[in-house]
């Protein structure tokens, strides 16, 4: 790994550049949002309901022709009840969690450097990583074939600590794990027509023994008794892509589908894949969809991937309904899920789960 590219990023995470009004040479966003979520979860092991809401600032800076500044961050207070035998991932919370930051460095216009606390949902595959912010590097070599049209190659490396999956697991992330990410891909955009693709490679190594005996609990196979002597039986190295289509036609109907799919070459087959397939079909900006998925004990790193989908030893089907309230200027989504365990485990067992959230955005600048 290139730990002065690590460095890098931490050091630039630390600073921050301040919002201005536009001038000659200054071009600033921001725009704020309000959230309104929640979510029911009933297993063996688990039982809860949690209410929350969210305030969340979304920036942009742009500091120099070539160099721009991001952020996003939210203050977040929660509600409810949990019952949990082994792990407390839902229960209620409140805090501030930094969802992404950094600046962002465009020398040319064929590359971009990218680094700071940087959100995983850009790999597009809860089955290996979620949403939460790392401290990484990245960059990223665009190819366009047409004004609308590109192909891309982009490598990041990352250190995967972050405060906010502490706090909702109940576990301090010890040491300096890493994470790399390189991957491959295009992106054609379109009024009509949309779509996207990614074949990737993919490693975490360093993994602590905290991090793998939180996995247990989450559908990893893991060696060790205790947060201080767990090792994961496998380790993690392999491929990963994902891709999506959306259509639409004249606003007024359409369809998405979208695909994700993780293998790790280091677990023994049954344990070491899984896949996510989801399809949506709307009017006027109301969706209905289905999403069948299944990821298997070792495809991934359970603390760090998404638990919308089980985190691992999980298959499900969700549907859900989604759109946007034009006459409101809302946001809404509502899923429901019904998991299964894959292999037996004193830990897991069958989950049904609901989640909704309503959204309200505000553009400030």
């Known amino acids: 790994m290139n730990k002065k590219l690590i460095s890098t990023a931490l050091i630039i995470n630390t600073l921050s ?7 000659g040479l200054s071009d600033t ?7 309104l979520y929640g979510v029911s979860v009933e297993e063996t092991q688990i039982d809860a309901k949690v209410i929350g809401a969210r305030i969340g600032m979304n920036g942009r800076y742009k500091v120099f022709e070539s160099l721009d500044s991001f952020l996003e961050i939210g203050a977040y207070s929660e509600t409810g009840s949990n019952n949990a035998q082994f792990i407390d991932e839902y229960a209620p919370n409140k805090g ?13 216009r064929f590359f971009k450097l990218e680094a700071g606390a940087l959100s995983q ?8 990583v979620g949403s939460s912010a790392f401290a990484s590097a990245a960059e ?15 490598a990041q490396q990352s250190i995967p600590n972050n405060q906010n999956l502490t706090e909702r697991i109940g576990q301090v992330n010890k040491g300096s794990p890493q994470f790399l990410h390189n991957q491959a891909g295009i992106e054609l955009d379109g009024n009509v027509l949309n779509a996207q693709a990614s074949v990737g490679m993919w490693k975490y190594s360093e993994l602590s023994s905290s991090v793998a005996y939180n996995s247990l609990f989450l559908g990893n196979s893991t060696n060790g008794g205790d947060s201080t002597s767990s090792r994961f039986t496998y380790d993690f190295e392999g491929l990963s892509a994902q891709g999506s289509l959306n259509y639409t036609h004249n606003e007024t109907y359409g369809f998405q589908i979208s695909g994700s799919y993780v293998y790790n070459d280091k677990a023994p087959e049954g344990r070491n894949k899984g896949h996510l397939f989801t399809l949506a079909l ?24 998404s638990k919308s989908v089980g985190h691992n030893n999980k298959e499900g089907t969700s549907l859900f309904f989604k759109g946007k309230l034009k006459s409101k200027d809302l946001d809404y989504r509502i899923r ?14 069958d989950t049904s789960r609901i989640d909704f959230k309503i959204t309200k955005a505000f553009n400030i600048l």
């Open 17 to 23: 550049f301040p919002l201005h009004a536009k001038t």
């Open 29 to 35: 966003s921001l725009d704020m949002s309000v959230d």
């Open 96 to 108: 501030v969690s930094l969802r992404n930051a950094g600046i962002a460095w465009t020398p040319i």
């Open 121 to 128: 949902r850009r790999i597009k595959n809860p089955l290996l």
């Open 140 to 154: 990223k070599i665009i190819i366009p074939f047409t004004q609308d049209h590109r192909l891309f190659i982009e």
């Open 282 to 305: 709307g009017m006027h900006d109301q969706f209905f969809g289905i999403e069948t998925f299944s990821n298997e004990s070792d495809s991934s790193v359970a603390f760090y991937n």
């Open 336 to 349: 429901w899920t019904e998991m299964k365990r894959l292999r037996s485990s004193l830990y897991q067992n």
